[in-house]
């Protein structure tokens, strides 16, 4: 195994990258292909959406407290550990033909979205400072363009009458590859942080979270003003509450609520939430307004998931990929906030465009292409503002509540386009062209309001430590 000198600093940035890549990839690889899987399991939409419900529930239970067990011991032994369980629970998916043990599946993957916390957590603890925000730019950046990355693979994938356990055989070969990258390019150090774990505070943020998000997803199909959706939501809350005032008791709590309550934390998070909704307006609605025979509706494409993958997304996508790889230049000259500002901008024009323009294909790639520049650059400079504010032991929980506001919004996002597009023209049985409109103007709304939180960030005023500054300096005439 390497010693931590070893390592290049692009070395790492780059293996990490790979690293995050893995969440977008588990995460986006499964939409497409959820028909599939119903037809062929014989199971109904509503019980094959819990493969996306269960993992999303997982992941949001999980990342807090594995965020944790990163700033308290080896990141990199956390790392390898959840690198075993998505992989068991890659192997699982791809060779079950049971529905449940699909969703078990699921779950453990649902673990890979702690990678990203922990992987931020790494490069603090590796790079000198003024090289952390631009590498953290790369590494983000990659996990903002991935997921149109794996829905471009997964629609080359499942061309034709393939079997959706293909899909998984794929994840379990990444996931090995990953495995390998962390075992031979990350350092193992033990970690300087104090504390212990609060495992009720991590039991208790499990539960609340999982009850709100378990509202959001499943609100459409259940109802929402239903029993189920209203226990789960007031449930959650509730339970929200409980947990928020016994973290504040705690001497070592499981989150900082401090933290989290500080003006520039507080509207970094509500702006992530916002580019996390972003994301799945895009995908969402590109993807199926792209699918929809204009013969019959007098809009859309009418694009098999091979033609939709490739010559609608993949341009975004490459785009995504070169604004991640500079993404963290810009942010280097010109600060996180204005790249965001910047960000927002080219998001509100991609989505306006798309709205108002779409009859062409050149304005649907176009306005894809300015929507993933803006989702591309948000999550690369996002988690620069985060652990701006936030000393070294907190980075994992705190990217780790970032990441949660992330899925939190996709989900928010999912719902409404559930919503929107579940109503069908008369006589056509696709959805109303006026939906897709409203959700991308939903998607230049939400972009709007990112740039607003954003541009009233202010930056924390940190004390300068003599001793934290002469191992700066070290670090950086060590890695030249």
Not at 305 to 320: C, H, M, Q, R
Not at 398 to 427: C, E, F, Q
């Amino acid at each position: 195994m390497r010693s931590p000198a070893a390592v290049r600093p692009g070395v790492l940035v780059s293996g990490l990258s790979v690293v995050v890549l893995t969440v977008a990839v588990l995460q986006t690889a499964v939409v497409p292909v959820l028909g599939v899987i119903g037809s062929q399991l014989g199971a109904s939409a509503v019980a094959v959406s819990w493969a996306v419900t269960a993992n999303l529930l997982a992941a949001i239970a999980a990342t807090p407290l594995l965020g944790r067990l990163a700033d308290m011991y080896s990141k990199k032994r956390v790392l390898l550990g959840v690198l075993i369980v998505v992989l068991i629970g890659s192997v699982l998916a791809a060779v079950t033909s049971s529905l449940a043990l699909l969703i078990v599946a699921r779950v453990l993957q649902g673990a890979s979205y702690a990678l990203y916390p922990i992987s931020v957590a790494v490069l603090r603890e590796e790079l000198p400072p003024g090289r952390l925000p631009g590498a953290m730019a790369v590494m983000s950046g990659t996990l903002g363009f991935g997921g149109g990355v794996g829905l471009v693979v997964v629609g080359l994938l499942m061309s034709g009458d393939a079997d959706y356990h293909r899909v998984f055989w794929l994840t379990t070969a990444f996931t090995v590859v990953v495995l390998a990258i962390v075992v031979f390019l990350v350092p193992a150090r033990r970690s300087r942080s104090a504390g212990s774990i609060d495992w009720l505070g991590a039991v208790g943020l499990a539960v609340g979270l999982s009850a709100v998000l378990l509202a959001i997803t499943q609100g459409n199909g259940w109802g929402w003003f239903s029993g189920w959706t209203l226990a789960c939501a007031l449930g959650g809350v509730a339970v929200l509450g409980a947990w928020w005032l016994w973290e504040n008791r705690r001497e070592h709590p499981l989150v900082s609520t401090r933290m989290l309550t500080r003006p520039a934390m507080l509207l970094t998070n509500l702006a992530t939430v916002f580019v996390g909704m972003g994301l799945y307006f895009v995908f969402l609605g590109l993807t199926q307004f792209v699918q929809v025979p204009r013969s019959g509706a007098g809009y859309g494409f009418g694009a098999t998931v091979l033609e939709s993958s490739v010559i609608f997304l993949l341009p975004g996508a490459l785009t995504g990929f070169a604004v991640a790889l500079v993404s963290g230049r810009f942010i280097d000259r010109y600060g996180a906030r204005r790249v965001l500002v910047a960000a927002a901008m080219a998001g509100v024009l991609g989505f306006v465009l798309l709205a108002v323009a779409h009859d062409q294909r050149w304005q649907i790639i176009v306005g894809g292409i300015l929507a993933n520049t803006y989702i591309s650059l948000g999550y690369g400079a996002l988690p620069a503002l985060v652990v701006a504010e936030v000393d070294a032991g907190e980075t994992g929980v705190a990217t780790g509540m970032n990441a949660i506001a992330r899925t939190v919004g996709g989900s928010m996002a999912a719902a409404v386009v559930a919503v929107l597009l579940g109503r069908s023209a008369p006589g056509t049985g696709v959805p109303m062209e006026s939906s897709f409109v409203v959700v991308f103007v939903a998607g230049a709304v939400t972009a709007a309001l990112a740039l607003v939180l954003i541009a009233l960030t202010r930056p924390r005023q940190r004390e300068v430590d003599p001793d934290a500054l002469t191992h700066s300096r070290a670090m950086n005439h060590e890695w030249g």
